[in-house]
């Protein structure tokens, strides 16, 4: 009696006779039908603020090299349910277009697959989040810098103003600025953020500050408050030497509600200055 020969697996798709089978077929029937990369199918768009530049990811600035990372995993995970075990991504600027180049090793059905390929990225461009309060002229407090019994000086408004910008961080911004006779006010985008400026300034400059806020609506069932900053910078000490005009003039004594009593370095004569004139005094 002829006895049978032992049963083998073989692919139904192509006849070849093989030990593993994925998905009922050969390993290699099993990968000609997954294409990776298909410039025609992968919509890769990045959100880009037309103002300041900026890349996002929803409401969160990233790079442009994280958010084409991130927007290419998202488009490899709905392609194929395979885990993605290396992507590299090299980008491409050109005048009118940027263009992706990548490389993708992934695992599918226990099946390793590599593969290199060329997409184009888009860009959906309009106004981010802090730039659209900006535009808007959004605040939420005021910085209001001044001095005790007298007109702040132009450098003292300058050093003020130089301070303010360089304590903002990422998510601060500064809308408005107004120049008065009396000093300086700064529209400031958050509470904690006219909070650094009023320190920093205090801290360099010296004085004191003090805020107070106000009730100015409601959102999503909270009360939203706007806040004043009241900076003070110091009166002058006994001694101080100042500048007005051409002359050099040392400070005697501040004189409340009134202005400053000085005396002319080189000629010893009284010299007193109304309140409104102490703002062009300049240190020597």
Known sequence: MKM??????????????????????????FTAGINLIDP?????????????????????????EDAVVDSVRKELKRKCSGKINELKIDLIAEEDRTRAVLNVRTEIKGVELEETGEIEVF?????????NRIASGYYAGIVQIRADD???MEEEIALAE???YSVLDKSDFISKETTLKEGLDIYVSSIDCGRKISRGIVDRIGGSFSESSKLYGRKDGRN?????????LPEFKEGTVLRIGDKTISVVRMIKGKGIECVDVNTHERVLLRKQETKKLKFQ
């Open 224 to 232: 939203i408050y706007r806040v004043s900053f009241s900076v003070r």
């Open 40 to 64: 025609e199918q992968m919509n890769v768009t990045i959100s880009k603020c037309k103002h300041c530049g900026g890349y996002f990811k929803g409401k969160e600035r990233t790079s442009i």
């Open 123 to 131: 860009f959906n461009t309009g106004l981010c989040e802090t730039c």
């Open 150 to 152: 007298r007109f702040p």
């Open 162 to 164: 130089k301070i303010a």
């Open 4 to 29: 049978k020969g032992k049963w083998t697996k073989f692919c139904p798709k192509c006849g070849k006779t093989t030990d593993e089978l994925f998905e009922s077929v050969c390993k290699e029937c």
